[in-house]
């Protein structure tokens, strides 16, 4: 079988009908010779954009556009934002070519990738095939940089591909085995990036580096090795190095620490409109850093031309006052999780009571059906969310209404009698229950400690928080009491990657609008940051060198499942496999859903054009604005 994708994002034809236009911002570098004009700088075959998602159609260049962030970390969403992969999703959630001019496969294993020709860097030097051939031979198989080898979406049962060099803008990856998530990895928002600017990191690396110049860098930047160097300036999603050369729409100015982060067009940009005006049309991004919990309300005051991150659902009144006094508009996009807010016990806590407890299917299916999905619906959503489980949504033709249903009807009763039976296999070969009561009326554990839960949670939000005291009172109920306990999100992730948290909330599955042909990875437990199996996921990570094996047959079945997924190429095939995960989620309820189809609040300037009235706000595949692509977004009246 072969798949060819070809360069059609936007049924463009291959070049522009019209010479390419010089970007107002470069003009005077132009005419002073510090840089080649635009038909110099553009690829010979640069992508054609003439459909947008928006409906305000070619647009005007120049301006400057506004954003808020809580942390200097965030600067990494204008590698999300901006959304220039090697292939991407548009807004239809169709994989295209975006980077790359085409992509041919065949029998699911062998990946001919064809570059641009003529395509550059943000700093003018030639991306060819040498670029992927270092990522390759010099950093994802060097044991220095690289300790626990190539990333694992490059191996296929453990054995990586045969790489070839065509050509310049030729490169063929071969596996022995179908690979059918590997195109994905490659669209990410946080992408498998299998490129790298080598011209620039050749400088740092052990193999190619002049020895004074490394040493002097060395002894003035601090790291104990080039190593190390190499790896902190080497910085493709992370977005934190300003001097590391970029294929994004936008490159950042601003060397960190700062409160203001200013991104400016990329002079050598692939992408051009259907009039040959070269993307992106806004001049600059600006990134102001706020306190989170003043996002909503410098939002609501007009001081963002385009926020979604940090606003809820429950802003949404206030922001619509905002806009009235302000002049701003603010819309409502859908999502597409599978739960807009889910719990996850931790399978993998240390603490081996517990351990004991979260693992037991029973138990957390009493946490489920002792949940008020209507109440919480009613009252923070206004009647407007889906109480449902952590599953696929309605839109994925995957779903089935008892994914959805099951082990989700509140019934304290039932909670309660599924809670009695459950008789505890402790580490000591003990057996033990939760039947016995405190003296007010908690569960006690077999150890005597009395059963209460300590659900940690990213502190920069507050819905979370409001759910959860709704939860903790019905929890109350069964004998249950929940501590809920805001924590820094780097705090957050070290607790649960030590163990050494019980229970976390937070979004549900990311891609609730699957289909057979989507890969079903994070809906197994394969990698270490699946809150509820953190440790086993750290297993595979790690190839067995830390974590933990899977002792738990039915996760072991998934992440079979998931195996077989990534080698299949046989849709019937693959929907059969989605099916046995999304019925094993079902019945052992190992994220607990809350409610879905929360609606996501976007303010923007009412000059801002081309940004949809309607849309789908979501990480995979979406990458939130990303798949809207802002680099057609543009200012009415900024020139």
Not at 209 to 232: Q, V
Request: include cysteine; hydrophobic fraction near 35%; aromatic fraction near 10%.
């Amino acid at each position: 079988m072969l798949v060819v994708l070809a360069c059609v994002v936007w049924a463009g034809a291959a070049a522009a009908q019209t010479a390419p236009k010089e970007t107002a911002l470069f003009a005077d570098k132009v005419k002073a010779g510090q840089m080649p004009p635009v038909e110099q700088r553009l690829p010979k075959t640069p992508l054609v954009v003439t459909e947008f998602a928006g409906k305000h159609g070619p647009g005007k260049q120049g301006g400057e556009l506004t954003m808020l962030m809580a942390t200097p970390r965030d600067v990494r969403m204008m590698v999300v934002y901006g959304y220039s992969r090697l292939v991407g999703f548009n807004h239809k959630f169709e994989l295209k070519p975006d980077i790359l001019e085409s992509v041919n496969v065949e029998e699911g294993r062998i990946f001919t990738l064809k570059l641009r020709p003529g395509h550059k860097w943000s700093d003018g030097h030639p991306f060819t095939t040498e670029d992927f051939r270092y990522y390759w031979e010099d950093v994802a198989n060097n044991a220095d940089l690289s300790p626990v080898g190539p990333s694992i979406e490059m191996m296929v049962d453990g054995k990586p591909p045969q790489v070839e060099i065509v050509d310049a803008t030729t490169i063929k990856y071969t596996w022995h085995r179908p690979n059918p998530g590997f195109l994905e990895s490659l669209a990410r928002p946080a992408p498998l990036f299998i490129f790298r600017p080598a011209h620039y990191l050749k400088k740092y690396h052990k193999k190619y580096a002049d020895p004074a110049f490394l040493e002097k860098t060395l002894k003035e930047s601090g790291p104990r090795g080039w190593a190390p160097l190499h790896n902190r300036l080497d910085d493709m999603y992370r977005n934190e190095n300003p001097d590391l050369p970029t294929l994004e729409s936008f490159v950042m100015k601003t060397r960190p620490p700062s409160q203001r982060f200013v991104f400016e067009r990329n002079p050598y940009y692939h992408r051009v409109d259907g009039q040959g005006t070269q993307l992106p049309y806004i001049d600059r991004i600006v990134m102001n850093i706020a306190s989170a919990q003043l996002i909503s309300l410098k939002a609501g005051s007009g001081e963002s031309d385009l926020q979604a991150r940090y606003l809820k659902f429950s802003d949404y009144t206030f922001l619509r006052q905002g806009a009235k006094k302000f002049g701003f508009e603010v819309k409502l996009w859908d999502t597409a999780l599978g739960s807009n807010i889910a719990i996850f016990p931790n399978l993998t806590v240390k603490d081996p009571v517990y351990r004991a407890l979260f693992r037991e299917p029973n138990f957390r299916r009493a946490l489920s059906m002792a949940i008020d999905r209507d109440e919480i619906n009613e009252l923070l959503y206004v009647g407007l969310a889906q109480p449902s489980q952590n599953t696929v949504r309605p839109k994925s033709p995957l779903y089935r209404p008892e994914y959805a249903s099951k082990w989700a009807k509140f019934d304290i009763r039932e909670a309660n009698r599924l809670l009695d039976k459950i008789e505890l296999k402790l580490p000591d070969g003990k057996t033990g229950n939760i039947r016995r009561r405190g003296d007010q009326g908690f569960r006690v554990l077999p150890d005597g400690r009395p059963l209460h839960i300590l659900l940690e949670m990213d502190g920069q939000t507050s819905e979370e928080a409001d759910v959860m005291q709704l939860v903790a009172d019905t929890w109350k109920r069964v004998g249950i009491k929940l501590h809920v306990r805001a924590r820094d999100r780097q705090d957050l992730r070290a607790r649960l990657y030590s163990g050494e948290t019980q229970m976390t909330v937070d979004n549900g599955f990311e891609n609730g609008v699957a289909s057979a042909t989507s890969n079903p990875a994070e809906f197994a437990c394969l990698t270490q940051p699946t809150r509820w199996c953190s440790a086993w996921g750290q297993y595979r990570d790690t190839y067995g060198k830390s974590g933990e094996p899977i002792d738990l047959q039915s996760v072991q079945r998934m992440n079979e499942l998931a195996g077989k997924w990534e080698t299949s190429t046989d849709p019937k095939e693959q929907e059969k496999i989605w099916q046995e995960l999304l019925q094993l989620h079902a019945d052992f309820v190992f994220t607990i859903g809350i409610v879905s189809g929360v609606q996501q609040p976007v303010v923007m300037s009412p000059r801002l054009r081309n940004v949809p009235d309607k849309g789908v706000y979501n990480w995979i595949p979406g990458a939130h604005f990303g798949m809207y692509r802002i680099d057609s977004f543009w200012l009415d009246g900024a020139r």
